[in-house]
């Protein structure tokens, strides 16, 4: 069985168009699959940092601001995002933390649904995914309690019947962090949209390994991080998307001098800049944020419909191996078979995860392990082989043939 599944993966590696990414990455023997949480580290990105450092904050100091795009960093960078994620140029802004745009978004979005109604028709509820990223939760909870509205968890698949004329936004995950489980955009916004309210999309466990389609699917608000898919390294800035008809709306709770129409007027009043400037807050994080910029590099030329095939087929193949190598009844898989409701990762439930995941990485696989029972397995496309997906899997399988 052994030979076997390892000349299936000989076979799907030489046919894997998307195989000489890997040498793009700086990588080693490990198998790593834990870029749903870091992604690797894309092998221009050094020198960038270096010439960013040593030269425009070194020698050019402030004249980069203008002369090395310092200032315009965040639109641009947003603009080289937008096709990952369905967007046209203009609608995403780079910057800030993906909680922070969480809080711009949904204060946003109520904004938007109180502008829009007759005062007083009391649109006072908002829906946030009952399964979601902590974060979202808190944040959701918080913008509902400065906004005097109330929320109300439900699960992604409860959001169409939990819909209604009170319901001012909705803040949902594409994939479920701890799942995999891909949640219906398509349907779940046109739903969203049908009671009249306004839909916010996390995009963290999408954004880069699946297509996504924000304009197409008329998404109102999203926002994601840039440090998993997109490999733009530890804590770089995330991304705010804002649909273009909606950005004149777009009534920021933390505008700053970097969103004003004016920033270098220096005035008393606040004036907010047109379209995705708006979406700024204060002086941008520019070695991040540039680091970030060179990562976004490894993307050119790659088809995000090629990404999601290969995803699809490295976990189709994982699944298939773990059956084969890991003992009866010793995980249980907590992600969708189906294609159609499937992210780019694959969550095992099983006794003992920390301790089964620490001697994973002592064995040279990398993944992680979420509380209380399960091993998280994410599988980056652009670097990972589906020689890595075999080892895994029979790795796992003698670490739980072992601790039986
Ligand atoms: C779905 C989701 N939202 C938000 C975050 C984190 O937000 P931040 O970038 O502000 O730490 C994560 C981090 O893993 C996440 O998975």
Redesign the pocket.
């Known amino acids: 069985m052994k030979a076997e599944l390892a000349m299936k993966a000989e076979k799907l590696d030489a046919d894997d168009e998307l195989a000489g990414k890997r040498a793009e990455f700086v990588l080693d023997e490990v198998v790593y699959l834990d870029g749903n949480s870091l992604g690797a580290l894309p092998a221009n990105v050094p020198g960038r940092v270096e010439d960013v450092v040593l030269r425009q904050w070194g020698r050019l100091r402030i004249r980069s601001w203008d002369e090395s795009g310092w200032w315009t960093a965040p639109e641009r960078i947003g603009d080289r995002i937008a096709p990952l994620v369905g967007a046209a140029a203009g609608q995403v802004v780079v910057g800030d933390?993906?909680?922070v745009n969480v809080f711009k978004a949904v204060v946003a979005a109520i904004r938007m649904a109180e502008s829009a109604e007759p005062a007083g028709s009391g649109r006072d509820e908002i829906l946030v995914d009952a399964t979601t990223?902590p974060?979202?939760g808190y944040i959701a909870e918080s913008a509902a309690r400065m906004t005097g509205r109330t929320l109300r968890p439900v699960t992604p698949a409860e959001v169409p019947a939990a819909l209604s004329e009170r319901t001012a936004a909705v803040l949902l995950?594409h994939v479920d962090?701890r799942t995999g489980r891909l949640h219906d955009l398509p349907s779940l916004t046109a739903a969203v949209h049908a009671a009249g309210a306004y839909a916010v999309w996390?995009l963290?466990?999408s954004a880069g390994a699946l297509p996504v389609g924000l304009d197409e699917h008329g998404v109102d608000l999203a926002v994601g991080?840039t440090y998993k898919y997109l490999n733009g390294g530890p804590g770089s800035p995330?991304y705010l998307y804002v649909r273009r008809d909606l950005q004149d709306r777009f009534d920021s709770p933390l505008p700053g001098w970097n969103s004003h129409a004016d920033p270098f007027g220096m005035r008393g009043d606040f004036t907010p800049a047109d379209g995705a400037p708006r979406g700024r807050v204060g002086t941008p994080d520019i070695l991040s944020m540039l680091a970030l910029e060179a990562a976004l590099e490894v993307w050119d030329g790659v088809s995000i419909e090629a990404v999601r095939a290969k995803s699809l087929a490295l976990t189709d193949f994982f699944l298939e191996c773990v059956a084969a190598y890991v003992p009866e009844g010793r995980v249980e898989s907590v992600t969708p078979v189906a294609h159609g409701e499937r992210g780019s990762q694959v969550a095992l439930r099983c006794e003992g995860a920390g301790d089964v995941m620490k001697a994973l990485v002592e064995h040279g696989v990398v993944g992680d392990f979420r509380r209380p029972d399960v091993l998280r397995f994410g599988f980056t496309p652009l670097y990972v082989g589906f020689a890595d997906v075999e080892r895994a899997a029979r790795v796992l399988g003698q670490v739980l043939a072992r601790s039986a």
């Open positions: 933390s993906t909680s990223f974060t979202d995950n962090y996390d963290c466990h991080c995330a």
